[in-house]
């Protein structure tokens, strides 16, 4: 099956980018100066991803739809403002993982961003469970651009006003070119950011001007490398179905209410995962020296045990070291637990390491729109 292409497939060949096979689309990895300089544009000053591949996914509904949502989600949606924003995942009935997402509240229902690779098996999913009751779409005339870094505000506000109001996790609409377009103070990189959903055909001329107030265009290789930093999964290596919140570190993402009244489905089993523990679990790792352990690297613990397996790995530009996250067993996460690395056949010594690497710069609190 031939690869999609995003509405701004055409700007990133113009800008000389570099693409690759990723969820069945065509994506930039990088662009002409690479993805150290793409990286280091992001945190120091902001950078522009292009992020259509994924899902955005409208349900349509009202109280018995939230009701009915909560019996899926781990979260507290009839909790949620206007337009306000959590991360959630969708379960199967052992708390394995189909996707990591974020809801949003909207006036007539609820918006989901879901992963590129999942999107349609979550729509299908959604589909059955909510028993087709309520009007649900995918949309595929909508880009969605992220905007990151310190100064993604002060750029974003130049050409959209009122964006600086919005607080982390919280979004509105605005006007662009006399349409609406709807904007989150949200990311994936560890930087305070945006992301923009806006028509397919606005989509050039909106990136376009970013680029003109001080962006740069940033690939999927920079995207990887700042979310790693920042110790954040990525769908189907850090987590997928085979793994729960518990056993990937994400119980703070489940709400204390929920966990309390259950309800939702793999209740039973995050319950007792929490009760009697989970064998293995997400942790940081920092190899020691300069060795980059990859995905599926194998970690072993002092006395030559195998204990675990590397799902990301990179170097990290902005902490000057690499990074890596993984699972091991239980008893060896403990912070500055020493662990082996084998590479290539060789074992390298890492320690078992703090998430993030690399702090956070949200900006939180509360809407401040006036409604």
């Known amino acids: ?157 130049k050409i959209i006003t009122g964006v600086s109001k919005l607080n982390f996790m919280n979004g509105n609409w605005f006007r662009f070119l006399d349409e609406n377009i709807y904007i989150t103070r949200s990311g994936y990189t560890g930087e305070d950011g945006f992301e923009v959903s806006i028509k397919n055909e606005f989509a050039e001329t909106f990136v376009e001007k970013l680029l003109k107030n001080g962006t740069k265009l940033i690939g999927l290789g920079a995207r990887d490398t700042l979310r790693l930093e920042a110790g954040l999964c990525l769908y189907g290596h850090d987590m997928d179905i085979n793994k729960s919140p518990i056993e990937a570190n994400l119980k703070w993402a489940i709400s204390k209410k929920r966990l309390a009244t259950g309800g939702f489905i793999g209740y039973q089993k995050i319950k007792s995962q929490i009760e009697k523990g989970v064998n293995k679990v997400r942790v940081g790792i920092k190899p020691e020296g300069r060795i980059i352990a990859r995905e599926k690297t194998l970690i072993f613990s002092s006395d030559n045990n195998s204990i675990g397996e590397i799902t990301s790995g990179t170097f990290g530009p902005s902490v000057k070291t690499p990074v890596a996250m993984g699972y091991i067993e239980n008893s060896f996460c403990k912070i500055d637990t020493k662990i082996f690395l084998e590479v290539r056949g060789k074992k390298y010594p890492a320690i078992v390491s703090n998430l993030p690497f690399y702090k956070k710069s949200y900006v939180k609190g509360a809407n401040k729109w006036v409604k």
């Open 1 to 157: 099956m031939k690869n999609k292409k995003t509405a701004l497939y055409k700007l990133h060949q113009k800008y000389g980018a570099k693409f690759v096979p990723f969820a069945n689309y065509e994506m930039p990895i990088q662009y002409a100066e690479g993805i150290i300089s793409e990286h280091k544009a992001t945190r120091e000053k902001a950078g522009v991803f292009d992020v259509s591949h994924m899902g955005q996914l409208f349900i349509k509904g009202k109280n018995e739809l939230t009701e009915d949502l909560e019996k899926i989600f781990p979260v507290d949606l009839k909790k949620l403002s206007l337009n306000q924003s959590k991360y959630s995942f969708l379960m199967n009935t052992e708390a394995g993982i189909h996707d990591d997402l974020i809801i949003t509240k909207a006036k007539n229902g609820f918006n989901i961003v879901l992963n590129a690779a999942c999107k349609d098996s979550d729509y299908k999913i959604l589909k059955k469970l909510l028993k087709n009751k309520y009007e649900m779409s995918l949309a595929d005339n909508l880009s969605l651009i992220a905007i990151q870094g310190p100064e993604a505000e002060k750029i974003l506000e």
